[in-house]
């Protein structure tokens, strides 16, 4: 399972285009792909400030989600809207999150070229004081 949470400031004036994207995003995502355990989006507590909890049952699946034809698609009105945007791999705390440990995951030489390019733009590493925390 991979998990990530996405911190991301929006220019000035440009809310309105930018939840119009995140509810198409939303709704393709949760309609068309397979093992997405979370996607969805909140407005933060500053003006311009949203975030994003996305969780799928593998970093694959992930990848798999960065390069669908949705995403890649709407990525010139989303890079638009964006002033800043942190994406920050995390891992659920168990019997605090019904979400299970975020893992590493691995790209074989079958997977498209866009996969290829997401697994290395957005790698899943795990953090090593993450392990000693983990109940077994």
């Known amino acids: ?47 311009g400030f949203y975030y994003c909890l996305l969780s799928f049952k593998d970093a694959l699946t992930f990848w798999r989600h960065q390069a669908s034809d949705h995403h890649e698609g709407e990525m010139a009105r989303f890079a638009r809207c964006i002033a800043d945007l942190d994406l920050e791999v995390i891992d659920p705390v168990q019997q605090a999150s019904p979400l299970p440990p975020t893992e590493e995951g691995m790209i074989d030489e079958t997977e498209s070229d866009a996969v290829k390019v997401a697994g290395s733009t957005y790698p899943i590493a795990i953090k090593a004081w993450w392990m000693a925390h983990r109940k077994t």
């Open 1 to 47: 399972m991979s998990t990530l949470l996405a911190k991301i400031q929006i220019h000035a004036g440009q809310e309105k285009e930018f939840e119009e994207v995140m509810a198409y995003m939303y709704r393709q995502t949760h309609d068309t792909e397979d093992g997405v355990l979370r996607y969805e989006y909140w407005r933060g507590s500053e003006p």
